[in-house]
């Protein structure tokens, strides 16, 4: 099976995710649920804040080229895409059914 990616994420982005996280009053979970990221994530991101170390993380990473852009924005809406079709599947047997 293919290795997901890890996802890319510029320093505002962290710094408003630890925003959200810290004086919103939510949950880690909760709060990385609503910025659709990984918990562990947020956590790493703000216990890097509460050391003063947010603007080094991410630092090693290397840009995304365009290719990987686009391939990753295409495989988000295959997948997509993909729900909506199972979806209508059942719709239309559950309909199918419901008609007899």
């Known amino acids: 099976m293919e290795r997901m990616p890890r996802g890319v994420y510029t320093q505002a982005f962290r710094e408003q995710a630890v925003k959200l996280a810290e004086s919103e009053g ?10 659709s990221i990984p918990v562990g994530s947020l956590k790493n991101w703000v ?7 947010l603007k080094e993380v991410g630092q090693a990473q290397k840009p995304l080229t365009d290719l990987e852009m686009e391939l ?12 909506e079709r199972d979806l209508l599947k ?11």
């Open 26 to 35: 939510l949950s880690m979970r909760e709060a990385a649920r609503r910025l």
């Open 47 to 53: 216990n890097a804040a509460r050391a003063g170390k």
């Open 72 to 83: 990753a924005r295409v495989r988000k809406e295959l997948a997509e895409v993909k729900l």
């Open 90 to 100: 059942k719709f239309a047997a559950y309909f199918a059914k419901e008609s007899r």
